[in-house]
């Protein structure tokens, strides 16, 4: 088997693992981070209804950075103040199978800096 190939399959592995464990409510929803080589997608979701609460990208905030640090943590920022404005306080947070490590980390870790608790 290709190795590409068993990394994508290994990364779809985690994430079901991770999503049997990890639900959101309106109260406190998922906070979903998907990362290409190009941009950053975060969402905010009540699993319950099947809705996004809150969407947000690099490419929705006009970022030329792309998926690096920098704007990982632009839009942990952006994000958890989104969230404020909705009042929703607490997320429980889906690292969509990625290691956390790196971006995903910054994500998590810029949005517990501005407030939102993780």
Known sequence: MNSLKKKRINKINRHHKIRKIVNGTAEKPRM????????????????????????????????????????????????????????????VFDRGGNLYHGVIKQVAESAREAGLKI
């Open 32 to 91: 979903s981070v998907y990362k290409s080589n190009k941009n950053i997608y975060v969402q905010l979701i009540d699993d319950q209804t099947s809705k996004t609460i809150i969407g947000l990208s690099t490419k929705s905030m006009k970022l030329k950075q792309g998926a690096n640090i920098e704007a990982a943590k632009k839009i942990g920022i952006e994000i958890a103040k989104k969230a404020k404005e909705k009042k929703i306080n607490n997320v």
